[in-house]
Structures are given as structure tokens and as C-alpha cells.
């Protein structure tokens, strides 16, 4: 509990003892008071209104105005009967009262109220003794709750006189004694509370000054030094270049070979502002780009490797920035202390890349000659003028066609996929009708539709305008999602195809009622030879990578939406004239 929350419990308590006696005591006091007053006003009136009307009765003989202050007094105390039989008393001594106003020389009629008289005052006596008692009774109920409370008060007030001083001194306490110990150099030296209040937090940062004191103490210059140069020697001897920054962006280390990449001396690298030397050195100014400027880097950039001339040749490299965050001692958030930019020679990876797309390239255009020859024998075969064929044949002429067929598309694809990668792609970008583009892919995927009953539905804004894109690859990417999803939805299934103005773009998308892709699997869907697990193998994989480097070589943007259950979206973006 907080220090300054307990001071206030006791002290709010006390308040609220002392309210209470204070409220006790009134209270008795003003029950006495009620008492008494029931006496005064009451009773203590009456026996004056008897007494007087005794005697005006003794001085009926001698005063003419007697008969009149006994019937004053007899009137007031009518109205100011209050005891059980005082009003019967009292009426009968009205009715006596008359008869002594006929005769006043009446001696029966005189003892008659006298006695009327006395009855009323005994009446009255009796009262006053029994309010008495019960005012005395009260005043003894009074003074048991009075003395109640105040022990009351006193126990609880004693228990904070005692407790409430040694809560505050002996944690101060505590502390000044480690603190003097702290001053005689003992570091080892901690305060624990396991209160959570004042204390508790003054502790805890006792102790992190203490085990920083200690971490400092227990250092050692020279062996810090010797760790140094040990992890100086280290990243010197690395065969990638490394370069490493402060949190500040200022460059606090370089190996020999960021040096030799660079083509920068030691002193023009290391304490200068990486800002400043990205000014005169383009690598830099690559290197540290999406640290100064991280919002105008796509993740598409960051994964580019980057083409450095080095080692007498044109070499590769992949670019990995490191954060690097410690927890100081004593602490428990983590604090951004700078970066580490690696560079990792690929070179070699990507001459065999380089070897492999040219492999690709030459056997796949070498495997078109002899494909188009079978599909040219087939169409021959299937000419009634070459011979006739049984139905056996004809089954057979259809796979051997069919085989062909998907054997002349993959080579197609990889032909296409080895021109995207060495850059001999050629794009006739001109002004393209998303009309005609539509019409082109839907003539293309018709039969294929017809065959599994599936309906193409298309959603086309009115007054579309042209795109700047390449007519024949922007189909082949078209078409390419609407053989996906053919593939890939059920029988007698519906897909759409819409194409929507938005913003300066047209907007091609291509939904179908398919099972959808898992959310894991759409950062990959567009990676080369990847299919998602558990599908259908109707490919290579490469259909929809073929169509993002077609869509990316046209500035456009390419992307897919899904959700299991759900069916997928595929759609691209390109700028509109």
C-alpha cells in the first residue's frame, strides 16, 4: 500500500472517530435536554396553575377578583394536560369550579376543589418522578456510549501512534544504512520491501543504481580493450562486408571488405554521418536508403539484389540489415542501440542462376521445334484423307494431343520466364482497349469454361478508358488467372471478371467460388514454381510468377485477396490514359 494512502486512511479514519463521538455526545445532550424540557414545560406548569388557583381559592373571602384567577388558571390548564387521568381530574374540577361560582361561600364546594386540585398536582408529581428516572437513565446511556466511543477512539488512534511512524522510519531506515554502505564501496549491497508502495519503487531504483555500480566496478579497462580489438580482428576477417551504425545513423565500424566495396578510406567511413557520406558514394546512398527513408522503399526493392563491381568483375550482392536492441542493466524494455548492414556475396548463385536460365532458355526453345511437328503429324493423323482411324486410335491421337499441348505451354512459359529473368523481355507498350483485352482472354478460356459448366459473368464500368500497357502480355496475364480459377472451382460454379476505374487506374479482377488460399500461402502465391499445397498439380508454378514480372515491367500492381471457404480474387491495376 502506498505511504501516502495510508497516511490518508489514518487520518480520514480519526476524522471519522472523531465525527462519531462527536455525534454521540450531541446526541445524548440533546436527549437530555428533550427530557428535561418535558418536565419544565409540561408538568412544572401545571403545579403553578394549581398552586395559584389555591391561593385565589384562600383569598376568595377578601379579593372580588379571586373567582376570576381561578378560572384563568383553570382554563390554562386545560390546555396543557399531559398525564394519564390529568383530563378527568381536571373536568371535575371545572364541574366544582361552577358550582362554587353559585355560592362562593360553599365550604363542601371548597374542599371539593381543593381536593380536585390536589389529585391533579399528585398526578403531575408522579410524572415528574418518572421523567425523572428516565432522564437519569439517559444520562447513564449517554455516558456508557460516550465512553465507548472515546476508548474507541483512543485504541485506534494509539494503534496509528505506534504503527504509523515505524511504517515510514524503518524503510528509511533500511535505506540510509545501504546507502552508507554503497559510500564505503560495497556494490553487492540491495534493499528489498515487499510492500508495493514508495518504498517498493525507491528500492527498486536503489537497486538498479547498485547493480550498475557494481557492473562498473567489476569492469575492467584492459580487458574491455582486448574484447574490442578480439571483435574488431573478427569483422575484419569476414569475408562480407559489414558495416555497422548507431542508433544515430553514425557509422561506428567498417571491415576491409565494406572498405574495398565501397572504394572509401577508413577515415572518409568510420564517425561520418551516414546522410553525409550516402552524398558523395551512390552504394552508401543504397545501403542506408530505406534506414533514412524507409516509407519510399517497397518490400520488391529490399529483396533486389545489388550489383556491385567487385573482384575485377560484376558481382552480386544480398542486402541484410540487422536492429540491434539490448535490455541495460537493471531495466526490462529493450532500447534501440543501431543497425548492422551485412552484404552476402551471391555471386556464385547467381552465375548458376544466370546458367540455368540459359539451359532453360535454349531447351525450351529447342523442344518447340519437335512439338509443333507432333502437333502438325496429329492435326495430319486426324485428317480423314491421311487413312481411316478406329476409335482406339482416336483415343489415343487425343492424349498424345492433350500431352502435347501442356508440353508446348510449359515450354512457352519457361521460354517466357527465361526472357523476364535475363531481361530480353520485349513490351510494346501502347494504348490498350481493357474491351478488346476482356474479349481476347474470355474467346481463349470459352470452351474450357463450356467443358465444366462454369458461368463467366462480367462486371464492366461504362466509358472504360484506355490503359498503357502491352496489349498481348496484359491478355496472357488475363487469361491466365481465368484458367486458374476454371481449374480451380467446382462444376456448374460461377466466376466473375470485372474491370473498374479507380483513381486513374483500371482495375482488372478475376473472382471465383474455388476453396480459397490459406493466408500463410498468399505471400507466396506469386514465387516461382510454387503451388499451394494440397492442390490440384495442373502446372509448373510459374504461370502466376510470369504474370507479376509482366504486370511489374508495365508499372502495374498485381495482388490476390482470399479467405478459406471463400473463393480468391485476383486482380492487377495498370494507369490509364
Not at 494431343?401 to 526472357?419: G, M, N
Request: charged share 25%.
Amino acid at each position: 500500500m502506498k505511504i501516502r494512502t495510508k497516511l490518508t486512511l489514518g487520518v480520514g479514519l480519526l476524522f471519522i472517530l472523531i465525527t462519531l463521538l462527536t455525534y454521540v455526545g450531541a446526541k445524548s445532550i440533546n436527549a437530555l435536554k428533550n427530557d428535561t424540557e418535558n418536565i419544565l414545560v409540561a408538568n412544572y406548569n401545571t403545579l403553578e396553575y394549581s398552586r395559584n388557583m389555591l391561593m385565589a381559592l384562600d383569598e376568595l373571602s377578601t379579593d372580588t377578583t379571586a373567582i376570576e384567577k381561578i378560572k384563568e388558571n383553570l382554563n390554562k390548564q386545560q390546555a396543557n394536560i399531559t398525564e394519564i387521568g390529568e383530563r378527568e381530574a381536571t373536568e371535575q374540577l371545572r364541574q366544582h369550579f361552577s358550582q362554587l361560582q353559585l355560592n362562593n361561600f360553599d365550604r363542601t364546594t371548597h374542599l371539593l376543589i381543593r381536593k380536585d386540585i390536589a389529585e391533579i398536582m399528585r398526578l403531575n408529581m408522579e410524572a415528574i418522578q418518572r421523567k425523572s428516572d428516565i432522564a437519569k437513565q439517559t444520562a447513564a446511556s449517554s455516558t456508557i456510549w460516550i465512553a465507548l466511543t472515546g476508548t474507541l477512539c483512543f485504541v485506534i488512534a494509539f494503534t496509528l501512534l505506534i504503527n504509523l511512524p515505524s511504517n515510514i522510519a524503518n524503510p528509511i531506515k533500511k535505506l540510509t544504512q545501504s546507502i552508507k554502505q554503497i559510500a564505503a564501496n560495497d556494490y553487492s549491497q540491495r534493499v528489498y520491501f515487499e510492500d508495493h508502495s514508495e518504498f517498493g519503487e525507491l528500492a527498486q531504483s536503489f537497486n538498479t543504481m547498485a547493480e550498475k555500480l557494481e557492473e562498473y566496478n567489476n569492469s575492467n579497462l584492459s580487458q574491455l580493450l582486448f574484447e574490442k580489438k578480439r571483435i574488431e580482428t573478427l569483422i575484419n576477417n569476414m569475408n562480407d562486408p559489414v558495416i555497422g551504425l548507431d542508433e544515430n545513423k553514425k557509422i561506428l565500424f567498417a571491415n576491409n571488405e565494406a572498405l574495398k566495396v565501397t572504394g572509401l578510406q577508413a577515415a572518409q567511413l568510420i564517425g561520418q554521418q551516414a546522410q553525409d557520406v550516402s552524398l558523395i558514394n551512390d552504394l552508401m546512398r543504397a545501403l542506408v536508403k530505406d534506414l533514412i527513408m524507409p516509407q519510399e522503399n517497397t518490400g520488391d526493392e529490399r529483396k533486389q539484389p545489388i550489383k556491385i563491381f567487385a573482384n575485377n568483375k560484376e558481382s552480386y550482392f544480398d542486402k541484410e540489415v540487422i536492429d540491434i536492441a539490448i535490455v541495460p542493466t537493471g531495466e526490462t524494455e529493450k532500447q534501440h542501440i543501431g543497425h548492422v548492414i551485412v552484404l552476402k556475396n551471391i555471386t556464385p548463385f547467381k552465375e548458376l542462376d544466370f546458367a540455368k536460365t540459359n539451359f532453360i532458355a535454349t531447351i525450351s526453345h529447342e523442344l518447340k521445334t519437335p512439338i509443333s511437328s507432333i502437333k502438325m503429324s496429329l492435326q495430319l493423323l486426324e485428317n480423314q484423307q491421311t487413312g481411316h482411324i478406329n476409335q482406339e486410335q482416336k483415343q489415343l491421337i487425343s492424349s498424345i494431343k492433350d500431352d502435347s499441348q501442356r508440353l508446348l505451354k510449359i515450354t512457352s512459359e519457361l521460354l517466357s520466364l527465361s526472357q523476364l529473368e535475363t531481361g530480353n523481355i520485349q513490351l510494346n507498350i501502347q494504348k490498350s482497349m481493357p474491351y478488346q483485352i476482356l474479349k481476347f482472354a474470355i474467346e481463349a478460356v470459352k470452351t474450357q469454361a463450356e467443358q465444366k459448366k462454369i458461368e463467366l459473368i462480367t462486371e464492366i464500368d461504362p466509358d472504360l478508358p484506355a490503359v498503357k500497357a502491352d496489349t498481348e502480355k496484359t491478355a496472357w496475364v488475363l487469361i491466365n488467372f481465368l484458367t486458374n480459377a476454371i481449374n480451380y472451382s467446382p462444376e456448374q460454379s460461377k466466376i466473375t471478371i470485372a474491370i473498374k476505374q479507380n483513381a486513374g487506374t483500371v482495375n482488372f479482377s478475376v473472382t471465383d467460388q474455388g476453396k480459397g488460399i490459406e493466408k500463410r500461402y498468399k505471400d507466396k502465391i506469386f514465387d516461382k514454381y510454387f503451388q499451394v499445397p494440397g492442390s490440384v498439380k495442373t502446372g509448373t508454378g510459374l504461370g502466376l510468377a510470369i504474370s507479376k514480372e509482366f504486370i511489374d515491367a508495365q508499372n502495374g500492381i498485381i495482388g490476390v485477396e482470399s479467405e478459406i471457404g471463400m473463393g480468391s480474387t485476383f486482380y492487377f491495376r495498370l494507369a490509364s490514359i
